[in-house]
């Protein structure tokens, strides 16, 4: 499976970004997707993650109330809507997936398959 993201760059404090990730190789409707970010000397972290058909979500308590994550399993993509971003949440951002199974861990090591990035900066 491949995992291609898009839609960083560099916005202002306050400002919105939406992140996309699209899949291929694989049709990834019966599976957890998550987002993942990793900012210079920190470990990475889950951002967000979202169960196989949408129904449960799981948020980092760093971005609860200002980032949603939504998919679309007919066309194997998933978002990240990100709002009021602060300069904390500065980092690459990464797509990531696992199966077979619905779990929705937070660890990055349970996410076998990885996009390669997409750099978020935020200026303040």
């Known amino acids: 499976v491949e995992l291609v993201e898009s839609g960083g760059g560099l916005v202002q404090a306050g400002e919105s970004l939406r992140l996309s990730c699209a899949a291929s190789?694989?049709?990834?409707?019966?599976?957890?997707m998550a987002w993942f970010r990793q900012a210079p000397g920190k470990e990475r972290e889950l951002v967000a993650a979202?169960?196989?058909?949408?129904?449960?979500?799981l948020y980092a308590d760093s971005v609860k109330g200002r980032f949603t994550i939504s998919r679309d399993n007919r066309e194997n993509t998933v978002d990240l809507q990100m709002y009021s971003l602060k300069p904390e949440d500065t980092a690459v951002y990464y797509c990531a997936t696992r199966f077979p199974g619905h779990e929705m861990p937070s660890g990055p090591s349970e996410y076998p398959y990885w996009g390669r990035g997409t750099q978020v900066t935020v200026s303040s």
């Open positions: 979202i169960s196989w058909n949408g129904g449960n979500t």
């Open positions: 190789g694989r049709t990834l409707s019966s599976y957890t």
